[in-house]
């Protein structure tokens, strides 16, 4: 009997190793991972270049205090801050810690000028910031916040796709809107690039900041490093986390010097947040990344995904209501029963994972290949026809 704690709704099965877009079973067997850790896997299990660049730091130094200058966080915050709108970066270890430090940085800014009042975060219903106090009470959501209370205060919420809703929200209290680009845990909503420039007009006329929430739809999973670039905005705040470690645990704050100014020593810190080791292979997977044509074939690879699946949706319509998502974020919503659904693909060796609203998310590693892309079809298809 297994002395963890039951809060996961864990499958029966456990993995001895993993390569590129596979992991394979305790008992021997081969399964095609579309789930990578939910989005985590940017470069699939096992890549060869991640190992070496944690190998050798291993050898080096693993950890030191942030008391310390640590030169692998300086270059990666550098290189951070060269490919993004960012002036300067906050390491942390998670997601939601990410997310946290955001409001941190949201609030603290507006203390800061004289603006105290000026601390509530209005964020979309039922989305997904984490699962920390603070996080939980963010996303809105009753099933997250149930047995949780008493309520973490600050936060307001309006209905996601509902413009009358998000601007009768803003009060003279609100200091930021944060919101995911691309909703995952939520069913892969994808927000326009008109609204988000609808968006950035609204913070900039109220004067208030933006916050993108791109730990599941950033460093690259959308096709762009960051999702918000398709709509040629600049945000003030941008929590990431996920990709941005390939598997190793790195979270951070992306934010504009205005708002970077107010983090003076003191305001925040980490223990772990920013070692050697993270940052090591942080550099790694930016090396990856934004190695030439990297980004282009994620697009081109989304791209031809995405056509084939709205081909099964329309020959499966009784089966798939609709095909959503960027990139290599995809979710399909079903019309059929997701557990089910979920059940019947990894019983043909496809790993998916359901999110919110009837909705499978299909989540390969960016540098998955055509050929297994078109096996993920053919299982896809094999599945449907068997309603
Ligand atoms: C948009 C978004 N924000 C925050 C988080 C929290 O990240 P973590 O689980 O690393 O704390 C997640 C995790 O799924 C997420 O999707």
């Given amino acids: 009997m297994s002395s963890l704690a039951k809060n996961y709704n864990r499958r029966k099965i456990s993995f001895t190793r993993g390569k590129g877009s596979y992991l394979y079973s305790v008992n021997g067997k081969k399964y095609l991972d579309f789930i990578q850790g939910i989005a985590v896997n940017s470069l699939g299990h096992s890549n060869k270049y991640l190992i070496k660049a944690i190998n050798s730091q291993a050898n080096k130094v693993w950890h030191v205090s942030n008391a310390f200058i640590i030169p692998e966080g300086e270059k990666l915050a550098k290189r951070l801050t060269q490919k993004t ?218 791209k031809f995904f995405l056509k084939e699946l709205n081909e099964i949706q329309s020959d499966y319509p009784n089966v798939i209501q609709e095909i959503r998502g960027k990139g290599l974020l995809i979710g399909l919503k079903l019309k059929v029963e997701q557990a089910d659904f979920i059940k019947k693909l990894f019983d043909n060796k496809l790993l998916t994972i359901k999110a919110a609203d009837n909705v499978i998310r299909i989540l390969p590693p960016l540098n998955v290949s055509i050929k297994e892309i078109k096996i993920a079809l053919n299982v896809l298809k094999k599945v449907c026809k068997s309603y």
Avoid at 219 to 228: A, N, P, Q
């Fill in 85 to 302: 709108f960012a002036d300067a970066v906050i390491f942390q270890n998670s997601g939601a810690e990410a997310t946290e430090v955001a409001i941190k940085v949201a609030r603290r800014y507006f203390y800061s000028i004289g603006q105290k009042k000026k601390n509530r975060i209005l964020c979309a219903k039922n989305s997904f910031h984490g699962r920390t106090l603070a996080a939980i009470f963010a996303s809105g959501s009753k099933k997250m916040t149930e047995g949780f209370g008493p309520k973490v205060e600050g936060f307001d919420h309006f209905n996601f796709g509902d413009h009358k809703s998000l601007t009768k929200s803003i009060s003279s209290k609100t200091a930021a809107i944060m919101i995911e680009p691309i909703m995952g845990e939520g069913g892969i909503k994808v927000i326009p690039d008109w609204c988000l420039k609808e968006l950035r007009k609204i913070c900039d006329k109220k004067k208030i900041l933006l916050i993108l929430d791109e730990v599941q739809c950033g460093i690259g999973r959308s096709g762009k490093f960051l999702s918000y670039e398709y709509a040629k905005i600049k945000p003030d705040i941008v929590p990431i986390a996920k990709g941005i470690g390939g598997g190793f645990p790195i979270g951070a704050v992306l934010m504009n010097k205005k708002v970077a100014k107010y983090m003076t020593p003191g305001s925040h810190g980490s223990t772990f947040g920013g070692n050697p080791l993270a940052m090591s292979v942080g550099n790694a997977v930016m090396d990856q990344i934004f190695k030439k044509g990297f980004l282009n074939k994620v697009q081109s690879s989304s």
